[in-house]
C-alpha cells in the first residue's frame, strides 16, 4: 500500500474514532439532552386532553405578564395570532401534537424547537408596538413555508 495512501486512512479512521468519542462522551457522562427548555414531558398523542393543552391561548397572570400556551401542528398554530399591549412579558410554553416544528420570531432571541413529547419554554417581553411573526424554522413536510402565526403588539 503507498505510504500516502496509508496516512490517509489512518487520518480518516482517527477521526472517526474521535467524533464517535466527542458523542459518546457528551451522551454519557454530560447526559445529553434535547436543547434548552425542554424540562416538562407531555405524551403527544394524548396532548389536547391534557392542561394546559386542552386549552391554548393567551392567559393574564400578572400586571403585564402574559401566559402563552400554544399547540403546533401540521401546518399551524394554535392560536394563530396572539394580541398583547406593549410592554408585555409573555411566557410561551408549546409543544407539537405531531412532527417536531419550531418556533421563531425573527427579530428577537425566541428560538425554539417543538419536539412532540417535550414543552419548551421561553419568555420574551414585547417592548415594540407591532406586528411580529412567529413561524416554523424546523423543515416539517409539503406545509412547511405556510406554517407561521401573528404577535400583535398594542401601543398602548
Ligand atoms: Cu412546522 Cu416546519
Do not use: R
Amino acid at each position: 500500500m503507498p505510504k500516502l495512501e496509508k496516512i490517509w486512512l489512518i487520518i480518516g479512521s482517527g477521526s472517526l474514532v474521535l467524533f464517535l468519542l466527542i458523542t459518546g462522551v457528551m451522551a454519557v457522562s454530560m447526559g445529553l439532552n434535547p436543547p434548552d427548555g425542554m424540562q416538562t414531558t407531555v405524551e403527544p398523542d394524548k396532548v389536547e386532553e391534557q392542561a394546559p393543552f386542552d386549552n391554548p391561548g393567551l392567559e393574564k397572570i400578572g400586571p403585564n405578564e402574559y401566559k402563552a400556551t400554544i399547540l403546533s401542528f401540521v401546518f399551524g398554530y394554535d392560536p394563530h395570532t396572539i394580541t398583547i399591549p406593549k410592554g408585555s412579558t409573555v411566557h410561551f410554553e408549546i409543544t407539537s401534537k405531531d412532527v417536531v416544528h419550531g418556533f421563531h420570531i425573527p427579530g428577537t432571541p425566541t428560538n425554539l424547537m417543538l419536539t412532540p413529547g417535550h414543552v419548551s419554554e421561553y419568555t420574551q417581553t414585547f417592548n415594540e408596538p407591532g406586528e411580529f411573526l412567529f413561524l416554523c424554522h424546523e423543515y416539517c413536510g409539503i406545509g412547511h413555508e405556510v406554517m407561521y402565526g401573528t404577535i400583535i403588539v398594542e401601543d398602548t
